[in-house]
């Protein structure tokens, strides 16, 4: 059984960092995309980043360069470092993975995902 458990959310003031981690088992990581989505309250789910099997990352535009996934094959663990955030990133963040080795910006085409972690940025 494939899970993903995420964990590293919290409150943090604009301009603050923080670091989200995504503990896999079940599947290796370094087989397969990964990424991170973001969903605000009334809002539909936005990709926020993703990482190819060969290590590629993308990311969606609203990021502008504050974000940074990164993986870990030994700890089969995904990152995303939050830096500069804004309160408009406040969110429930959740990792995600998907039977390909592409990443995808479309939520559908990944097949497990983890509970999410509460992002709050205060102004």
């Known amino acids: 059984q494939v899970q993903l458990v995420e964990s590293g959310g919290g409150l943090v003031q604009a301009g603050g960092s923080l670091r989200l981690s995504c503990v896999v088992s079940?599947?290796?990581?370094?087989?397969?995309?990964m990424a991170w989505f973001r969903q605000a309250p009334g809002k539909e789910r936005e990709f926020v980043a993703g990482?190819?099997?060969?290590?590629?990352?993308s990311y969606g535009d609203s990021i502008q360069g504050r974000f940074t996934i990164s993986r870990d094959n030994v700890e089969n663990t995904v990152y995303l470092q939050l830096n500069s955030l804004k309160p408009e990133d406040t969110a429930v963040y959740y990792c995600?993975?998907?039977?390909?080795?592409?990443?995808?910006?479309?939520?559908?085409?990944?097949?497990?995902w983890g509970q999410g972690t509460q992002v709050t940025v205060s102004s």
């Open positions: 995600a993975i998907r039977p390909s080795i592409w990443v995808a910006t479309t939520s559908s085409v990944y097949d497990y």
């Open positions: 079940g599947r290796t990581i370094s087989s397969y995309a």
């Open positions: 990482i190819s099997r060969g290590g590629s990352t």
